[in-house]
């Protein structure tokens, strides 16, 4: 499409009508600016700032090349050629944005940002940013299911923010169009976690959901039945958490099925997103119930229950601190990703793995949309990374004293209610420079 668009107005700008060429000139730069839109809300929202830049550029090109051919409208031939070597710089311009609208991000994640109040439908899901063409498919094919992927990408976003609470990079990020910024583009060990803790969030949201009786296509896993060799009766509703991961796995990793990401950055996602499920179906549990007389146990039914989001969030983050470096190498023709470091033991499919190492997030950083360390409440106790020496990265940092009011003194009355008094209390607080 973009060739022919160069093609086409290559052609109409050789014209010797003046009314004819001035309306091809507008005609050019609507088609260019739409097909901008388009190449980026089909991929991915990770560039608006690139696109803005991009169509500044654009119109500035386009602006010089009206303003030269006003100066020329005295002469008595058309400027054919500031008029053609202008677009062709708008066509080189243009083109290298669209090559840059490639890059790594997880532009699902914009269905967070979506109203409470948004009802998905069909129509909806085509007007999703960052929404590739197979996940608007399974999108308009599985409707009901968005609002739970909604949740879970809200849910993995506040966890990732909990987990990382005392670290230099905290998931936050300057860029309001994107939850963690552009630190996603390398990949580090942040772009692991994330990765990983999304595509669970998805997982365990679809999967409550079935449990929970929401979602018409599933419901409680029905595979456990009988007794088993403990002792206790298979009963009650099973998490299914088969269901869950088995949409996370088509919706999430369809994120990284574009040609313009390396194989190895795309090797790297779909292991951290499978990562991301395996935390939450190696670590199912059973919880039972007991009947009989007077709590006698004679009889004891049990079912399946996926362990909290919190859990799951602990769990990764151990998996984060003890990730894996890896580089891809060749074998027997294929493609794999192989430990950096000979002495290191090979990775398994519940660890995630990175690529890059991560930058030291010290000092705000608008390439990558990182807000830095200044401001940060620190521990002047502690010698760990929440330590003023650590996530001040030696810069130092001030204190001062605030006073805070809470409950205190509270008594028991009977019955049945609390009461307290109110006590203000002075408290240190500690921010980096």
């Known amino acids: 499409l973009f060739f ?26 609507n088609s260019t600016h739409d097909l901008i839109v388009l190449s980026l809300v089909d991929e991915t929202t990770s560039f ?42 708008q066509w080189m311009i243009i083109f290298l ?12 994640l914009s269905v ?30 599985n409707t009901e299911h968005m609002n739970s992927v909604k949740m879970g990408a809200l849910m993995s976003i506040v966890e990732c923010q909990f987990q990382f609470r005392n670290r230099r990079w905290n998931c936050t990020s300057n860029d309001e169009n994107h939850y963690f ?20 969030g998805v997982a365990h949201m679809i999967t409550h959901d079935c449990s929970s009786g929401k979602l018409e296509k ?18 009650g509703c099973s998490d299914n958490v088969r269901y869950g991961t088995a949409f996370s ?76 470096e890896v580089v891809p190498r060749r074998v027997n023709s294929r493609l794999m990703l192989a430990p950096a470091h000979s002495q290191f033991k090979p990775h398994t499919v519940e660890d995630l793995v990175y690529l890059h190492e991560s930058p030291d997030y010290c000092n705000p950083n608008n390439v990558t949309g990182t807000l830095g360390t200044f401001g940060r409440v620190c521990n002047k106790t502690s010698k760990a990374i929440d330590g003023c020496g650590l996530l001040c990265c030696g810069r130092g940092y001030v204190t001062r004293f605030e006073k ?26 500690n921010t980096c420079l």
């Open 218 to 235: 599933c419901g409680c896993d029905l595979s456990m039945n009988g007794m088993h060799d403990q002792g206790f009766q298979w009963a």
């Open 112 to 141: 967070a940002h979506l109203s409470s109040m948004t009802q998905f439908s069909t129509s909806v899901c085509r007007t999703i940013m960052g929404l590739n063409k197979r996940q608007i498919r399974l999108c308009r094919q």
């Open 404 to 429: 805070r009011s809470e409950r205190c003194h509270c008594k028991f009355h009977w019955c049945c209610y609390v009461k307290c008094k109110e006590c203000i209390k002075t408290v240190e607080v």
């Open 97 to 108: 944005c669209l090559c840059l609208t490639g890059v790594s991000n997880i532009g699902w």
């Open 48 to 89: 608006v700032p690139i696109y803005n830049i991009c169509l500044g550029i654009f119109h500035f090109v386009h602006f010089n090349k009206l303003h030269s051919t006003t100066e020329e409208q005295h002469s008595t031939v058309m400027p054919v050629r500031i008029c053609f070597i202008g677009s062709l710089y």
């Open 181 to 200: 910024g552009r630190v996603l583009q390398a990949g580090t060990r942040e772009a692991a976690f994330v990765h990983a803790v999304t595509s669970a």
């Open 249 to 324: 796995r088509q919706f999430v990793d369809a994120s990284e099925k574009r040609k313009q990401k390396s194989l190895e950055r795309v090797q790297m996602n779909l292991h951290n997103n499978e990562a991301g499920r395996k935390a939450i179906e190696r670590h199912m549990k059973v919880q039972c119930k007991c009947h009989g007389v007077s709590g006698s146990c004679e009889m004891k039914t049990c079912w399946r229950v996926m362990p909290s989001f919190r859990e799951v969030g602990y769990i990764l983050k151990d998996k984060f601190d003890g990730a894996t």
């Open 4 to 29: 022919f668009l160069v093609l086409h107005c290559q052609i109409i700008f050789t014209k010797d009508d003046k009314s004819q060429q001035s309306a091809a000139a507008e005609w050019c730069m």
